[in-house]
């Protein structure tokens, strides 16, 4: 969210350089041209928007004069604040209420389902509003669950009818783990409709192959040459990776201490 600004400010700091009586700068800056248009805003809105509209159909048995908002779901200390308030105060999000609560303080007092799977959040000693998103800027590493009651929650929201940003399912597909199940061809077969073997073999074909962290593994690695593998760590998220020597000491370190996966 905060990218196409940080390009805005460092081409001011850049023109003002210039009129320093210091400046030495002989090269004009040229920086990356941005998207104007941010996606994720623009999407919370999108989402926002269609709940409000399926919600009429349904014929909900909640008041129509309930306050219906967007949750932001966030850490316990947040580093990044200044890309959440520029999602937050997007002109896309100016008349949509939203709500940021910590995830380890929401419990069965603060965030509950009504009679229609509708999420709603306590924000008083008597009121409550709906909340037709849940955008989750945390839950992404596993001590992000290390409060009592956290999967419980986080199995409410999943329950909800409220839209998910992401969903746990999409979650866990990122997971190396998920991944490696989707490449074979028996289970992929269970999720699609083709008839042709070959078909199905042509899809899988584009796939890279994904092997799990097993001491199977590490005697085909062992066997092959490590400079052919890439050890990824289970989350998506970029970096973090092993490369040529540094793999079989990696892997046989995951396979003793039994953290096979992770």
């Known amino acids: 969210g905060i990218m196409p600004r940080v390009v805005?400010?460092?081409?001011?700091?850049?023109e003002l350089s210039k009129k320093c009586k210091e400046n030495t700068v002989t090269h004009e800056y040229k920086?990356?041209?941005m998207d104007k248009h941010l996606p994720v805003p623009e999407a919370l809105a999108d989402a926002h928007h269609f709940y409000c509209k399926e919600r009429t159909k349904l014929n909900s048995s909640v008041s129509g004069s309930v306050e219906i908002a967007i949750l932001f779901v966030i850490e316990d200390f947040v580093l990044n604040i200044f890309d959440h308030k520029t999602i937050e105060m997007h002109d896309s999000l100016t008349n949509i209420p939203v709500y940021r609560r910590i995830f380890r303080t929401l419990d069965s007092s603060?965030?509950?389902?009504?009679?229609?799977?509708?999420?709603?959040?306590?924000?008083?000693?008597?009121?409550?509003?709906?909340?037709?998103?849940?955008?989750?800027?945390?839950t992404y590493d596993p001590k992000d669950y290390n409060f009592d009651g956290s999967w419980q929650i986080r199995a409410l929201i999943e329950r909800s009818r409220a839209i998910k940003c992401p969903s746990l399912a999409l979650q866990l597909v990122g997971a190396k783990v998920f991944q490696t199940a989707l490449t074979n061809l028996k289970t992929l077969e269970h999720f699609l409709s083709l008839d042709d073997r070959s078909q199905k073999r042509q899809i899988l074909d584009t796939f890279v192959q994904f092997y799990p962290v097993n001491v199977d593994t590490l005697k085909i690695v062992q066997n092959y040459g490590s400079e052919r593998y890439v050890l990824k760590p289970n989350r998506e998220g970029g970096g973090h990776n092993y490369f040529g020597k540094e793999i079989i000491p990696k892997m046989m370190g995951v396979i003793n201490c039994d953290q096979v996966g992770k």
């Open 31 to 33: 920086p990356p041209e």
């Open 8 to 14: 805005n400010f460092h081409k001011y700091t850049f």
């Open 110 to 138: 603060t965030l509950r389902l009504g009679n229609e799977r509708e999420l709603l959040l306590r924000t008083g000693a008597n009121r409550e509003v709906e909340i037709s998103v849940v955008y989750f800027r945390t």
